[in-house]
């Protein structure tokens, strides 16, 4: 009888696809995976694979993670890591190489969003001349009609979940350090009207984007919308409301409608998460449709949102189970040991967006057709974030 019981046990430890909850020390991960980029991208610019240095979201990401693990563990190497980063973009004018503000890019903001961290860290002067320098794309940014920001201006009437992420942290931020009251009532109507019109009352889920002029083919003709949910939009679109909450007010009577927002997502996504893995699909309501996969950079800001909206007492305690749960699924299913020592990130959709040249028409069949590849700066950040934020309850 008890060959029997020991034999059940080994068998579904075996077939489990979901790492032991206790068994994880979250730290030692978030240190891997940090270890991991800094030998595959020995200068932070290289993150992302791109070939000549570039201001950008996904090296912004990569920059505040590193910042965020030196904060937790006190390794100067994260750090090193970043002033080298930042000192090769900022010159003392606080100019950045490779920005043009005339792009009207909203990605480009969370390029900055780090250098935050970076002034305080060393009092230099650059580093709030170059926040200036971003805060002031803004004041000129292209709106939709009812004051949300375009996407890009090669992009225009178009409000993208992404977005959501790419300006409104780093304005938020930039509000409550410079004392401007205004601005949060301006990062509220990103959110109201951004979910205004990408939200779908039937699933409780956000559609990837909104087209206020209906004239895209990617666009319903009648509301504007993008055709289908993309895990990782709605994982923007999170990340973006736990770390604006950071620095909104708390008397401030627009607070508990973002905290409204990132309830509602949090109980509807429940309903699509794999119950094997503890991971989402790249479509996220589709995962029976063939082609559709189970996909890690979605999967990994879904994990750091409920585990930072947990610890800050934004969300039931229920998901930070959720989150363990999530996490270990990714370190079961969406890791990987390479030769040389280093450990990546495996099932990341590389890239997805809307329009553009060749077209993308936001069918299901474009979102599962987009290249899939390891290593993506865009799984790696939220990685290391969610394994902070769950390190914080041990």
């Not at 900022?90 to 043009?100: C, D, H, L, P, S």
Request: glycine letters at 6%.
């Amino acid at each position: 009888m008890l060959k029997i019981c020991f034999l059940i046990v080994v068998l579904m430890t075996l077939t489990s696809n979901i790492y032991p909850v206790n068994q994880i020390d979250y730290i030692s991960w978030a240190k891997k995976i940090a270890d991991s980029e800094m030998k595959h991208h020995p200068e932070l610019w290289m993150a992302d694979f791109v070939k000549a240095p570039k201001w950008d979201y996904t090296q912004g990401l990569i920059a505040k993670s590193m910042m965020e693990i030196y904060s937790a563990t006190g390794d100067v190497k994260y750090y090193d890591y970043v002033k080298s980063f930042a000192d090769f973009f900022v010159n003392t004018n606080g100019e950045i190489k490779t920005y043009k503000l005339e792009d009207y890019n909203i990605d480009r903001l969370n390029g900055g969003n780090f250098l935050f961290d970076m002034y305080n860290q060393t009092k230099d002067i650059k580093y709030l001349k170059a926040i200036e320098l971003l805060r002031g794309q803004l004041k000129t940014h292209p709106r939709v009609s009812e004051g949300a920001f375009w996407h890009k201006k090669i992009y225009p009437n178009q409000v993208w979940l992404d977005g959501l992420y790419m300006g409104s942290p780093f304005y938020t931020r930039y509000a409550a350090i410079f004392d401007k009251p205004a601005i949060f009532d301006d990062v509220y109507t990103q959110f109201k009207i951004a979910d205004k019109y990408t939200l779908d009352k039937k699933t409780g889920l956000n559609y990837h984007a909104w087209d206020e002029s209906k004239t895209q083919k990617w666009s319903n003709p009648v509301t504007g919308q993008s055709p289908h949910f993309w895990s990782r939009s709605m994982g923007w679109y999170m990340m973006a409301l736990v770390d604006v909450l950071d620095y909104f007010p708390v008397n401030h009577p627009a607070r508990p409608e973002l905290i409204k927002i990132l309830n509602r997502l949090s109980v509807s996504l429940l309903k699509y998460q794999d119950k094997k893995t503890g991971m989402w699909y790249q479509v996220t309501n589709l995962p029976n449709r063939k082609g559709n996969y189970l996909e890690s950079t979605g999967t990994t800001m879904f994990c750091y949102a409920m585990a930072k909206g947990v610890n800050h007492g934004y969300l039931p305690k229920k998901f930070m189970k959720v989150a363990e749960k999530t996490f270990a699924g990714l370190i079961k299913n969406s890791t990987q040991m390479n030769e040389d020592g280093t450990t990546s990130i495996t099932r990341a959709c590389s890239v997805a967006g809307l329009g553009g040249n060749p077209y993308r028409d936001g069918s299901f069949e474009y979102y599962i057709s987009e290249p899939i590849r390891n290593d993506d700066p865009k799984g790696i950040g939220p990685f290391i974030l969610a394994a902070i934020e769950l390190a914080k309850q041990r």
